[in-house]
Nanobody, 123 residues
């Protein structure tokens, strides 16, 4: 059973920084894509940043130049460094993973989600 556990959310003033972490646990051999999505109150869940196993990254236009995603594949962990935070970055941030190969070499193409961590940017 794969589980994603996030940490690092909190309250920060505009212009501040936060770093989110997410670790996938279970009998995992590899993960194709790990990333972060966020959901603001009353809005849909949108992609923030994703990182593929080959090293490619993709960012939402609204965070490009301010956020940086990185990944430690050996630890099945993905990070999101968020700088120059704005009030509109407020929301619940969800860790995402898909394309998981287990140590038994079984492939699961479905998406997995963490429980979410709240990020609030406010003065």
């Amino acid at each position: 059973q794969v589980q994603l556990v996030e940490s690092g959310g909190g309250l920060v003033q505009p212009g501040g920084s936060l770093r989110l972490s997410c670790t996938a646990s279970g009998s995992i051999e590899s993960i194709n894509v790990m990333g972060w999505y966020r959901q603001a109150p009353g809005k849909q869940r949108d992609m923030v940043a994703v990182h593929t196993r080959t090293g490619s990254t993709n960012y939402a236009d609204s965070v490009t130049g301010r956020f940086a995603i990185s990944r430690d594949s050996a630890r099945n962990t993905v990070y999101l460094q968020m700088n120059s935070l704005k009030p509109e970055d407020t929301g619940v941030y969800y860790c995402h993973a898909n394309g998981i190969t287990t140590q038994a070499m079984e492939f699961y193409p479905r998406a997995y989600w963490g429980q979410g961590t709240q990020v609030t940017v406010s003065s």
